[in-house]
Nanobody, 121 residues
Framework: QVQLVESGGGLVQAGGSLRLSCAAS????????MGWFRRAPGKEREFVST????????AYADSVKGRFTISRDNAKKTVYLQMNRLKPEDTAVYYC??????????????WGQGTQVTVSS
C-alpha cells in the first residue's frame, strides 16, 4: 500500500501563490506517476496536473497551464504543485493521486485526503 499526505493548502487572495506538497510512504517503489486533481463545490473532480516519476514528463489542464508547475523530489518521495496567479475559480479541495504498477498491464490508484485551497477575490 501507499500512503499519501498532502499539505500546503490555505486561504490566499487572487493573484497570490501557494505550494502544495504530497508525501508518499509505504510501497513507493511501485509508483510510476503522481498527480493532482481538484473538486470545486458542486462540481465533479477534475484533473489538474501529473508527473511521471522516472522521466519527469508533465501534463497540465488547460485551465492551469502557465500558472501551475508540478515537480517531484524522488529522494523525499514528494510531489509539489506550485500555484501562481491564483484565481477565485481555483478554489477547491486538491487531491494528490499516486498511480502504481501492479502488473505490466494493471495499475492501482491511491488518493490523499485532500487539502482545501480558497482564493478570495
Amino acid at each position: 500500500q501507499v500512503q499519501l499526505v498532502e499539505s500546503g493548502g490555505g486561504l490566499v487572495q487572487a493573484g497570490g501563490s501557494l505550494r502544495l506538497s504530497c508525501a508518499a510512504s509505504g510501497r513507493t517503489a511501485s509508483i510510476y506517476a503522481m498527480g493532482w486533481f481538484r473538486r470545486a463545490p458542486g462540481k465533479e473532480r477534475e484533473f489538474v496536473s501529473t508527473i511521471n516519476w522516472s522521466g519527469g514528463s508533465t501534463a497540465y489542464a488547460d485551465s492551469v497551464k502557465g500558472r501551475f508547475t508540478i515537480s517531484r523530489d524522488n529522494a523525499k518521495k514528494t510531489v509539489y504543485l506550485q500555484m501562481n496567479r491564483l484565481k477565485p475559480e481555483d478554489t477547491a479541495v486538491y487531491y494528490c493521486k499516486a498511480t502504481t504498477r501492479i502488473t505490466i498491464s494493471t495499475t492501482y490508484d491511491y488518493w490523499g485526503q485532500g487539502t482545501q485551497v480558497t482564493v478570495s477575490s
